[in-house]
């Protein structure tokens, strides 16, 4: 089992452009016109449904600090 440097944010404080992997899972930076990461397929339950994410990171360093509006 690959442990990752990173763990996701909860669940229920990403946008649903962090859960498609439009967004930054980490930063909230539009991916659109970035280098980014695939983290790969991740599964996750919310209210009895199970959802499937596709997070992306930014490839560069994210910015950190939370979400920046
Ligand atoms: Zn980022």
Same mark, same amino acid.
């Not at 983290?39 to 339950?45: A, D, I, N």
């Given at each position: 089992? +690959?442990? +990752?440097?990173?763990?996701? @944010?909860?669940?229920? &404080?990403? +946008?649903?452009? =962090?859960?498609?992997?439009?967004? !930054?899972?980490?930063?909230? &930076? @539009?991916?659109?016109?970035?280098?980014?990461?695939?983290?790969?397929?991740?599964?996750?339950?919310?209210?009895? =449904?199970?959802? +499937?994410?596709?997070?992306?990171? !930014?490839?560069?360093? !994210?910015? &950190?600090?939370?979400?920046?509006?």
């Amino acid at each position: 089992m +690959t442990v +990752t440097a990173r763990p996701l @944010p909860p669940l229920a &404080t990403l +946008t649903d452009a =962090q859960r498609r992997g439009a967004d !930054c899972v980490f930063c909230s &930076t @539009p991916l659109r016109n970035r280098a980014s990461v695939d983290l790969g397929m991740r599964r996750r339950t919310e209210h009895g =449904q199970v959802l +499937t994410l596709h997070p992306r990171r !930014c490839a560069a360093a !994210c910015r &950190t600090g939370g979400a920046g509006e």
